[in-house]
């Protein structure tokens, strides 16, 4: 790494910070759910359009692609792709700040406002020194990357990955558990598949003491959550990660009714494709075998979601050795592998990745909460680092 370019890029990173930081606050205090996302769109396009990069909106309804190309870059020369989240969560924030969200069960708690302002942030450093890239940079501010069907999917079938082809492809996320200043990633699978389980069991109604004459759901219910678990602790290899929970189980009886009905929700999340698939017939099946056996019906809704998450070895290996020269190797850490999901994987499918975390906690300030929390927050000197990462990203 060019030392000169580094501490160009370092002084730029601190000149725009208290910008950047506005574009946070701006995008925390005005979240919007997943698809929904039509005034953040808004607001991107016309950031886009100050710096004077070309883009387009509406990619997928509420998504932009936007390109950085220097004159020595032909139209068609491959890309480096830059990825950012745009949506937040159904949650009601609890933080006392003056940036705290303005619309009311809604709050950006996974960190995609953050997202959002690094990556314009790197933009206005990225067209200033379009000269100097190897390679075209395309920007995608992503819609929906909390819901299925995942907005990247819904990005790549709009064409985002074409036109000119992106050749590799890099993501950022905020990594709560880790001090600012520090980043991690790690080579090959990272992250699991996500799917989603809905169970409903119809059984017969009737009085708590006259239990004979019914069938009752709760019981039926219970039975299939418990069976189901010996899926993972019997079915599948203990190499393979992976994880069946149920969050969610409702039976509105009463102390001396048994309901007819019993609604549940659940996730299934593994890091193998032919097991994935596997389980999730099982799961279907023996619900159904299992409500039936007691006279009841089972009728079980299976909402595929994300595929694994793979970072390709080359370009993470290439991105931590840069990083390590950025950083320093004490700040540059090998992440263990985690089954939450994320729906980068979709890219991951297409071309060669890179996702990588950033640490945002800072204990002394109180910042300390996790992502999905209602108290969640940042360390604003993390988007510093966030826009270095993502600039030499970049570079060669």
Known sequence: MNNTIQTKIINKTTALHEKVIAYRQHLHQHPELSYQEHETMKYISKQLDA?????????????????????????DAPCVGLRADID??????????????QNNGV???????????????????????????????????????????????????????????????????????????????????YMASCDEV???????????????????????GAEIVTSLQQIVSRKCDPKIPCVLNFGHFEGLGATNL?????????????????????????????????????????????????????????????FIEKAETWLGKACVHDLPIRLTAEDFSFYAQ????????????????GIVHGVHNSQFDIDHDALKIGMQMMVMACLE
């Not at 190309?69 to 032909?74: D, W």
């Not at 937040?88 to 933080?95: D, K």
């Not at 990955?161 to 050749?167: G, M, T």
């Not at 297409?350 to 300030?365: A, K």
């Open 51 to 75: 710096i004077g990069i070309e883009h387009q909106t509406g990619v997928a309804d509420t998504g932009i692609v936007a390109i950085i190309r220097g004159e020595q870059h032909s139209a």
């Open 88 to 101: 937040a969560l159904p949650i009601q924030e609890e933080n006392e700040v003056p940036y705290k969200s």
């Open 107 to 189: 709050m950006h708690a996974c960190g995609h406002d953050v997202h959002t302002s690094v990556l314009l942030g790197a933009a206005e450093i990225l067209q200033e020194m379009k000269s100097d890239l190897p390679d075209p940079v395309k920007l995608i501010f992503q819609p929906g990357e909390e819901k299925n069907p995942g907005g990247a999917s819904l990005m790549i079938k709009a064409g985002c990955l074409k036109n000119p082809d992106v050749k590799e492809m890099y993501a950022l996320h905020v990594f709560p558990d880790m001090p600012v200043g520090n980043i991690g990633t790690k080579e090959g699978l």
């Open 198 to 220: 809905y169970i409903d069991i119809y059984g017969k109604s009737g009085h708590g003491a006259t239990p004979h004459e019914t069938i009752d759901s709760i019981l039926v």
């Open 258 to 318: 048994v309901p007819a009905h019993v609604h549940i929700k659940g996730t299934f999340r593994t890091m193998n494709e032919s097991w994935r698939a596997k389980a999730l017939d099982q799961i279907v099946s023996q619900a159904e075998h299992i409500a039936k056996a007691h006279g009841a019906e089972a009728k079980v809704e299976i909402s595929k979601g994300y595929p694994f998450l793979e970072n390709n070895a080359v370009l993470t290996r290439k």
């Open 350 to 365: 297409e071309i060669p990745t890179c996702f990588f975390r950033i640490g945002v906690r800072n204990e002394e300030r």
